[in-house]
């Protein structure tokens, strides 16, 4: 589907998607208004759809995922609570630290395997005040990632994400999770994204990765937490004015960009098989379950990366020895079939 002019591969990330032609269309003719007033109509349209589809009450239009997370942590908690997650999650990894800066937050980290969190050390993570002596934070928020960016796009099994939220409801902690890339999820696994999310309260939902749109996040739940959510926005500077030219790509995308997301999970499964025969790269092909794939190369991930894109391939150094490629709806077959080439032509 690739719709702009490059000689490059480019496997760094989906966010480096750019919007197609059709959707260029409907930001162009996209009905306006001024969001902060909240009578932006697509803005609206876009909110209510994604709440509706993933079975909660209300949403929030955000600029990024980042500050969508970050606002549902500030929502839910107050300075010298702790959140729970997962070690190598978004939250804790790639968010600046945001929730000990804008929130006051500590974090208890929960190891585990390819991303995914097993429900009895969720339970063993949650710390709280009281009958501690006041030695122990309070832990208020247990934060869930679907799909596992560092895990290697790995999806949670159903049981086991109802499980967690059992865990944290009983322990008096909200459950949060960041879906930036739940479509994925969905696709994947073939459950519905209401029943994946069925037990969670709040649910965060990048629209300019996999679903290709230049920026924009949705935050949903219930009525209440939405309406707390949007004064942190504002808080937080992330009231926008006539955001229906971005909402307006969202739309666009959950019409035409969701089920497409198979033929990259199909793409990123072929790459990945074959790297993994190729002498001085390996792939844990039990990860491979969307559009992402982590090669390990006994070169060194720099030198993976400079020879690679000395050939005009682009991916991301993700540790000393592994590179991230991730599969995106400007990635077609001769993409894959050239990226394989060069994989081996470098061993």
Request: charge should be negative; aromatic fraction near 4%; glycine fraction near 10%.
């Amino acid at each position: 589907m690739r719709e702009y002019p490059s000689n490059r591969i480019d496997l760094r990330s989906d966010t480096v998607t750019q919007p197609t032609a059709a959707m260029r269309d409907v930001m162009r003719n996209a009905d306006v208004g001024d969001d902060v007033l909240g009578d932006d109509k697509t803005v609206i349209e876009l909110q209510d759809r994604l709440a509706k589809m993933l079975g909660k009450e209300a949403g929030l239009f955000v600029p990024s995922g980042t500050m969508s997370n970050a606002i549902a942590i500030r929502a839910y908690t107050t300075p010298g609570d702790e959140i729970i997650t997962e070690t190598a999650s978004h939250i804790y990894v790639y968010e600046g630290g945001g929730y000990a800066a804008l929130s006051g937050c500590s974090v208890a980290l929960v190891q585990g395997k390819s991303g995914i969190m097993n429900p009895d050390d969720v339970a063993k993570a949650i710390r709280k005040q009281e009958g501690s002596l006041g030695h122990y934070p309070n832990g208020s928020l247990v934060c869930v990632e679907n799909t596992a960016n560092r895990g290697g796009g790995t999806c949670y099994p159903q049981e086991t994400l109802d499980q967690i939220a059992k865990v944290a409801h009983d322990n008096n902690c909200a459950v949060h999770m960041d879906g930036a890339r739940i479509f994925n999820a969905v696709i994947a696994t073939g459950i519905s994204a209401d029943r994946m999310v069925r037990d969670y309260d709040s649910i965060s939902i990048c629209l300019s990765k996999g679903l290709g749109t230049p920026v924009g996040s949705v935050l949903v739940g219930s009525s209440k937490f939405i309406a707390n959510a949007h004064r942190w926005r504002k808080m937080f500077g992330g009231g926008m004015r006539q955001a229906g030219v971005l909402a307006a790509c969202g739309i666009y995308a959950l019409d035409h960009h969701v089920d497409r997301l198979a033929e990259d999970h199909k793409r990123a499964r072929r790459l990945a098989e074959a790297v993994n025969l190729i002498e001085g790269f390996s792939v844990d092909l039990q990860s491979v379950e969307t559009n992402m794939v982590y090669i390990e190369g006994v070169q060194g991930a720099k030198e993976t990366l400079r020879k690679l894109s000395e050939n005009g391939i682009d991916v991301l150094e993700v540790g000393p020895t592994a590179v991230r490629a991730v599969v995106h709806l400007h990635i077609t077959d001769q993409d894959i079939d050239k990226t394989i080439e060069v994989f081996n032509k470098i061993n």
